[in-house]
């Protein structure tokens, strides 16, 4: 499998994550973590609290259609996986989330900006683990 690396839209990509990270804690007080922000949303503490989480979700869902307005054409997505896979990958990334207390985006990005020892542990781990699931995965079952 070829992965290709794209520079240009990966900074695009992390300065617009930075951006929004920074502005949700400057504006709201708020840890910019998906599944936090997902998880508030389902179980709101009150109708200011919902409706920002709200937006954050819509516009998530918004950003591919904001890149076909811009390039014609909507990203390419292909996952070499089947269906099984990814429903069990689903369920061990949920367990990940509330055994870390948080997900990659709140651990990697907030967490370690905030200089947070949990979020430097949490990232450490969850690189490690993709590293060694990355290497079974393609080295040892040839997937």
Same mark, same amino acid.
């Given at each position: 499998?070829?992965?290709?690396?794209?520079? +240009?839209?990966? @900074?695009?990509? =992390?300065? #617009?994550?930075?951006?929004?990270?920074? %502005?949700?804690?400057? &504006?709201?007080?708020?840890?910019?973590?998906?599944?936090?922000?997902?998880?508030?949303?389902?179980?709101?503490?009150?109708?200011?609290?919902?409706?920002?989480?709200?937006?954050?979700?819509?516009?998530?869902?918004?950003?591919?259609? +904001?890149?076909? @307005?811009?390039? =014609?054409? #909507?990203?390419?997505?292909?996952?070499? %996986?089947?269906?099984? &896979?990814?429903?069990?990958?689903?369920?061990?990334?949920?367990?990940?989330?509330?055994?870390?207390?948080?997900?990659?985006?709140?651990?990697?990005?907030?967490?370690?900006?905030?200089?947070?020892?949990?979020?430097?542990?949490?990232?450490?781990?969850?690189?490690?683990?993709?590293?060694?699931?990355?290497?079974?995965?393609?080295?040892?079952?040839?997937?």
């Amino acid at each position: 499998m070829e992965t290709t690396f794209t520079p +240009i839209a990966s @900074a695009v990509g =992390g300065s #617009l994550i930075g951006l929004a990270a920074v %502005s949700l804690m400057l &504006l709201r007080g708020k840890i910019m973590g998906a599944t936090g922000i997902l998880a508030g949303a389902l179980r709101p503490a009150s109708s200011t609290d919902w409706t920002w989480r709200a937006l954050v979700l819509v516009g998530m869902l918004c950003g591919p259609w +904001i890149y076909f @307005a811009g390039a =014609g054409q #909507l990203p390419e997505i292909v996952v070499p %996986s089947s269906n099984v &896979l990814l429903v069990i990958g689903g369920v061990l990334v949920g367990a990940g989330v509330t055994l870390g207390s948080g997900c990659t985006s709140g651990h990697g990005v907030c967490g370690m900006a905030r200089l947070s020892p949990r979020s430097f542990a949490a990232t450490a781990t969850f690189m490690l683990t993709t590293g060694v699931t990355v290497y079974v995965t393609r080295h040892l079952f040839g997937v």
